[in-house]
């Protein structure tokens, strides 16, 4: 019931900065629990940061701690990543998720989202 729109990848520098949009089309997201996740070619897929949909806490990975900053706009129904001092090994496919029914202990787990964004490429140079 809900699609979700990702928006603003790219290719930067070491040291730059990039915000993703996703836009949720079809529910608010007043009711979503909203999350961020990459994924390298290779590797696992890991979480990057997300918010709660009652309150909006914020929850974050150890590597994007203090560089990443997650947050909505309800008026614009977007949820957005914001992305400072990106890395060479920030370079990674971002997907954009969304879930109605999770739980603090389920924040970080991609498996307990519903929706998922097609993703979208972000890829930092030395």
């Known amino acids: 019931q809900v699609q979700l729109v990702e928006s603003g990848g790219g290719l930067v520098q070491a040291g730059g900065s990039l915000r993703l949009s996703c836009a949720a089309i079809?529910?608010?997201?007043?009711?979503?629990?909203m999350g961020w996740f990459r994924q390298a070619p290779g590797k696992e897929r890991e979480f990057v940061a997300a918010?709660?949909?009652?309150?909006?806490?914020?929850f974050y990975g150890d590597f994007a701690e203090g560089r990443f900053t997650i947050s909505r706009d309800f008026a614009k129904n977007t949820a957005y990543l914001q992305m400072n001092s990106l890395r060479p090994e920030d370079t990674a496919v971002y997907s954009c998720?969304?879930?109605?029914?999770?739980?603090?202990?389920?924040?970080?787990?991609?498996?307990?989202?519903?929706?998922w964004g097609q993703g979208t490429q972000v890829t930092v140079s030395s």
């Open positions: 079809g529910r608010t997201i007043r009711n979503l629990s």
């Open positions: 918010i709660k949909r009652n309150g909006g806490a914020t």
């Open positions: 998720a969304a879930g109605s029914g999770l739980i603090t202990s389920t924040m970080r787990n991609g498996a307990a989202y519903e929706y």
